[in-house]
């Protein structure tokens, strides 16, 4: 990007697309400058492609496999959000094959996955406890038929530095892509499952890994505090949780009100939940009451976030015993700051 004050920006987009000459270009490029340089430098080939996943006849469904925690998580709610904006497009006479949307829970579930059915991508929660991410990715570098099959690597705010820096010295020709931002690895699902073939998408290699940004020292929000976000629509918890994320905490999410409880009594830790209004099978204010009315939570900050900003929508979120409200769209600042009112560092 090029900006002056008063006159304007202009910006330039490097996009990695292959083409005959490509390779010939960067050897020209090369000999001028010395070395790749530019926007170039930044890209690698595409990793062999790996044998095709589909059989005679109609295609089998091209599978995507998400290694975290527990069972449909985060991850896993980002990923489907990406096959039923793609499923659309997909051609039911078997022209396309249909995508499938496959949660492994751990290194040795993942393995089982694997050994199963081919994979067109893989992501990986890389926070995940007890080193389960490393021996993920031990096993699938000592299995040369593996070799070619995207990693997109998820780093939350629980991932250990050492181990990251550990995997990115040892990845595999550049098979592992690590990303700190879930619109980011929205995308680049997004991209990898429309490749025809596993190792057709160059992947996202940045010459120097900028440093990840983190709030100012002064809004920072103590280590380990743990906020529950519910709501029934996954870009919203993803959005939500990115944004929490960025600012340290740690984030559980669920997908309706009853499930909302259910997450609470399991996690006492919890220490703020962010609570939409409009859910299936429970709504936001009846579960809001139900968490009120146990003693243990009489105190817990409960934010309802609801895109319901007409008159009398605060007054009846707050009747049903939230602590706070915002609207959306969610403005990132005002959210924070509502988070901060009652979680101060």
Known sequence: MDSTPGQGSTFTLYLPVARPDFEEVLRRRGGEHGDAGGAAGALVPA???????TGGGRQRPRRLLVVEERPRGLLTLVAESVVADLAPGRDESGSRPPLDVIT??????AAGALAAEPCHCVVLDLGMPRGEAARFVTALQGDSALASVPVLVHRGHRADPELEESLRSDARGGALEFLSSLDELRERIALHLSAEEPGDVL?????????????PPDEQAPAGRTVLVVDDDARNLFALSGILELHGFRVLHAENGRKGI????????????LMDVMMPEMDGYTATAEIRGMPQYADL???????????????KSLASGASDYVTKPVDTGDLMACVRRWLPA
């Open 301 to 315: 900050p409960i934010i309802a976030v609801t895109a319901k900003a007409m008159p009398g929508d605060r007054e």
């Open 203 to 215: 992947s996202l290699v940045r010459p120097e890994e900028p440093q990840r940004l983190a709030p």
């Open 104 to 109: 492994a829970v751990g290194a040795q579930e």
């Open 47 to 53: 990793a062999a492609p790996a044998p095709r996943l």
């Open 262 to 273: 259910e997450t609470l009594l399991n996690h006492p830790e919890v220490a703020l939940v």
